[in-house]
């Protein structure tokens, strides 16, 4: 009889269903994780409203943390062991062509979510799975300090690690972020540590009060002053050296660029939905020597980076959990994840 597993699938828009599938095994050069955590990222939220689109059906899931219960005969056991806690990284690059073997894991050629992953033999990102069987090139471990729930977050910080570092802050620069969903707070934070000077422009109150409670004192409500004349005013007319922008609206990213100082660097973090063209001064960019550039997900470079920051306790991600739901009730963990209220809700794998 074959063992089985569960997993949550999505098997339509607006579907979402917990089922039974075939358990993974390891390859000898795999380990067979137990997943205890998956945070639901936007990309998941999007499957599921049908903004992005997939075949379905498909298992979602991307940030995961679990605990080794199997290790394949060719693992060294001074590496990896059964009961090391671990995070999963993206399962979906490949690490052979030329992007991986430079680094870039992120930009993988052959990055496809519809690919098999993880000893599963449905299409998908597996996190949403109970189990996955994993190449050891894709774990990371867990400090004893640190929780599943928390673990779970190390995909979502790694991918701001990737853009604040494509910001290159100095100390006591001035860096404005735009947008204080849980990417946008994850940047704030980031580019305090960097000792930067961090003003943020959010029109939702909730989250102004969470970033106050967190010691961010300037803080711009774009309901209720113009983002661009504030940021001047702060900086007595230079404008800000970074700006963050992790809001998906093409007015936003003119913005950002309009808020710039001289050699300001505007980094493009989130996906455009819609891609609407934006309009820019040549020469603008030409005299004030303003650098635009974007950043998209991480590299394995970039997980252990998060990955320290988390084991460390130099970064703290409790604030930003804002619940846990059993496997059982994920549809409305998705439903909570959604409303733009929460930051990041986790899916209890191991409570059914
Ligand atoms: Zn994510
Ligand atoms: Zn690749």
Redesign the pocket.
Known sequence: MTETCKAAIFTGTNKLEVLDIKKPTPKPNEVLVELKTCALCTWEQRVYQGINQVDFPFIGGHEEAGIIVEVGADIDPKLWQVNDRVVVGLLT?????????IGE?GS????NYENLVGGLDTRGMGGLSQYLAVPVSKLFKISDKLSYEEAALTEPLSCVVHSVEIANIQFGETVVVVGAGIMGAFHAVLAKNKGARVIVIEPNEKRLALLRELGFTELINPTQEDSVSKVKELTNGKGADVILNTVGVSKLAEESVAMSALYGRVVLYSSYHPDTPIALSPNQLHRRMTKVVGSANSSTRDFITAMKLLNEGIVDVKPFIAGSYPLSEVVAGMEAAISPDSYRIIVDMSAE
């Open positions: 690059s490949c690490g052979e062509c030329e992007n991986c073997r894991e993988c050629e052959n990055f």
